[in-house]
């Protein structure tokens, strides 16, 4: 999954991008609110890490703008702001979840796992189907019961396709949960990453759809 991460601080910022990044989110981070809006118009996220306190553009007109413009991409609010009012404020602009500084890593990312959830229609907390089962929230990954072990990144590749199953995914969109601004991108990186989780979980598991990209079967 790709986040983007909105914080002026840069203890803060370093500290939530080296935490993402090992939770195997795609991440890019930016500082104030004009390149917030920017990259939120020119690149596809599947969650929002918004502060709203930022230089150049309030955190709060970014997510008005955003909700403007139709993007239904979740947003969690994290900052410091701890009144009611600003609160009530934040969700009633369009945010879905609201945290304070400080907070507690395991709560944000639990936050973030929950959020992820109901944007792909989800309720349960972990992904099970065609004998696979991932829990987002160790990392563990089981194949008919039994254990096995996945790379960052062939996990970045698999749990976008057995979110949704039936839904194909070009390989730029799985690039785009692979990578954040500043990463090399290998120009077979997917299909490598794909042949792993084959050999892994099964042949049967991820299809090619001839000319778009691929999928996990429903059944």
Request: charged fraction near 25%; charge should be negative; aromatic fraction near 6%.
């Amino acid at each position: 999954m790709r986040l983007l991460l909105v914080e002026d601080d840069p203890m803060i910022g370093e500290q939530l991008l080296d935490l993402l990044r090992a939770e195997s989110y795609a991440v890019d981070w930016v500082k104030d609110g004009e390149l917030a809006d920017t990259a939120l118009q020119t690149q596809n996220y599947d969650l929002l890490l918004l502060d709203l306190g930022l230089p150049k553009r309030d955190g709060l007109s970014v997510l008005r703008a955003l909700r403007a413009r139709k993007q239904q991409l979740p947003v969690l609010i994290a900052t410091a702001r701890d009144a009611l009012s600003q609160r009530v404020e934040g969700l009633d602009a369009g945010a879905d979840d609201y945290v304070l500084k400080p907070f507690e890593l395991d709560e944000l990312l639990a936050r973030i796992r929950a959020l992820l959830r109901r944007a792909s229609g989800r309720g349960e907390p972990i992904y099970e189907h065609m004998g696979i089962s991932l829990n987002p929230a160790t990392h563990e990954a089981m194949v008919n019961g039994q254990s096995v072990v996945l790379s960052a990144r062939e996990w970045a590749v698999l749990e976008p396709l057995l979110a949704r199953p039936g839904l194909v995914l070009s390989r730029q969109q799985l690039e785009e949960k692979l990578y954040g601004w500043k990463d090399e991108v290998s120009s077979n990186a997917v299909e490598v990453y794909i042949h792993g989780l084959r050999k892994k979980l099964g042949a049967a598991l991820i299809q090619n759809v001839r000319g778009l990209g691929y999928m996990v079967p429903k059944q």
